[in-house]
């Protein structure tokens, strides 16, 4: 496949794919006798997992580490260091799935009690200084 193929199958600029390759957070693509890239599907690969691990949150300098870890000779720390960076940033995806739980809670609380809210608010019955303590209610307080 060309740059302009797997850009739009990933969704990425041509740019984009280039400067992955540029600054290692991919390998090296193959290159055909004119010069051009031909990437493959071990290319692909990588590419899909760059772009799925940056949109979870990883950094480029993890990324590239990552990619350069699977360039040096396969020895058990290289593996262990691979594996350990995917084993944080899986952990880092849990939490934020955590709280991204919480936001959908409390959104879903807010959009179930608004008209009550809103008709409390015009009644009288709540003023400004008369409201829930959004923050110290159970169903919406940090896991521990």
């Known amino acids: 496949m060309n740059s302009k ?3 739009e199958m990933f969704d990425l600029s041509v740019d984009t794919l280039r400067y992955y390759e540029r600054i290692g957070v991919i390998p090296p693509v ?5 010069g051009y890239r031909n990437y493959q599907t071990s290319d692909l690969n990588w590419i899909f997992l760059a772009k799925s691990l940056r949109s979870a949150g ?3 300098e993890s990324l590239i580490e990552f990619a350069s870890l699977a360039g040096l000779s396969e020895t058990q720390n290289v593996e262990d260091a691979q594996k350990q960076i995917l084993v944080d940033q899986l952990e880092e995806v849990e939490k934020n799935i955590e709280k991204m739980k919480e936001v959908h ?3 879903q609380y807010k ?3 608004y008209d ?7 009644s009288g019955e709540l003023t400004k200084d008369n409201v829930e ?3 110290e209610a159970k169903h919406f307080k940090k896991r521990e």
């Open 133 to 135: 303590k959004l923050w």
């Open 5 to 7: 193929q797997v850009a």
């Open 30 to 34: 193959t290159r055909d006798k004119n």
């Open 105 to 107: 809670s409390l959104l």
């Open 58 to 60: 990883l950094s480029i």
């Open 116 to 122: 009550v809210h809103i008709a409390k608010f015009k």
């Open 111 to 113: 959009i179930d009690t």
